[in-house]
């Protein structure tokens, strides 16, 4: 069998040793931690923590202890144990941080052999700002629920109080109108619109402007006291209104958009 040439052979070597040399220069400028482990997971050789975690330079058998909380190290344990026997290791656990405080490491890995064929490398990644963003994702979402339930309960509450408020308006024999700043009637009852029918002659539907619908005689001095009514002053009139003889008692009580009754 032909053997490859000397100068071949230190092409491919000067090739790997540049492969190797730009890996190692993209995870060392990286935010991922890079360690290097045993082939039993046993002692740890090196770890480059990327700022995230403790970085370590000598070999380590309390790896575990050192860098995974104790709530966790079951269950690395159990994924250790799986990726000895099948050759890949897929986990997120939480992590012990260079600042003290507790953060998330996603570990992909795959063995690297080295002549012996025992593994000689693990390649991690720290997740912990994806995880802390989906807590306060789901803070946030809680939040948004609960003032949801709150705002559909104000609604409920709402909703009854202006029912009653109608029931009581609509039961009464006095005619109620409630009319806005243009003096056009935005609701009333059926009292209010019984009165407008036998005075006038006219079906009330919402949306017309009241001192319209009464005679010209009438109209000015209706305009003026609704236009009280929406100062604000509380009083009440007692006058004639309408086409043929009859008398309708009106009074004005301060509201937001002007109430007649």
């Avoid at 490491?105 to 025992?118: K, N, T, W």
């Avoid at 509450?157 to 009637?185: G, H, S, W």
Wanted: hydrophobic fraction near 40%.
């Amino acid at each position: 069998t032909p053997k490859p040439s000397s100068a071949a052979s230190d092409v491919y070597k000067r090739q790997l040793r540049d492969s190797e040399q730009r890996l190692d220069a993209l995870v060392r400028s990286s935010s991922e931690v890079r360690f290097h482990i045993s082939a039993d997971w046993s002692q740890l050789h090196e770890l480059n923590g990327g700022n995230f975690i403790p970085d370590t330079q000598t070999t380590n058998t309390r790896w575990l202890e050192d860098y995974i909380p104790a709530e966790a190290r079951e269950m690395v344990r159990a994924e250790i144990a799986r990726a000895i026997e099948t050759g890949t290791y897929h986990i997120e656990h939480p992590v012990n941080r260079v600042d003290g405080t507790i953060g998330w490491a996603h570990v992909r890995a795959v063995p690297l052999f080295d002549a012996d064929g025992s593994v000689n490398s693990w390649l991690a990644s720290d997740i912990s700002a994806r995880k802390e963003a989906e807590a306060a994702l789901k803070a946030r979402e809680a939040q948004l629920r609960e003032l949801n339930a709150t705002l559909e309960q104000q609604v409920v509450e709402r909703t009854a109080k202006l029912r009653l408020f109608r029931d009581v308006i609509e039961a009464n024999a006095v005619p109620i109108c409630i009319f806005d700043t243009e003096c056009r009637q935005i609701a009333f009852n059926q009292a209010h619109a019984r009165a407008m029918q036998e005075l006038y002659g006219v079906t009330v539907q919402g949306g017309e402007v009241l001192p319209d619908l009464v005679t010209a005689e009438q109209r000015q001095g209706l305009h003026a006291y609704m236009q009280r009514a929406l100062r604000g002053e509380t009083f009440r009139v007692a006058a004639e209104y309408g086409q043929t003889n009859g008398c309708l008692l009106y009074t004005s009580d301060a509201a937001d958009e002007g109430l007649g009754v």
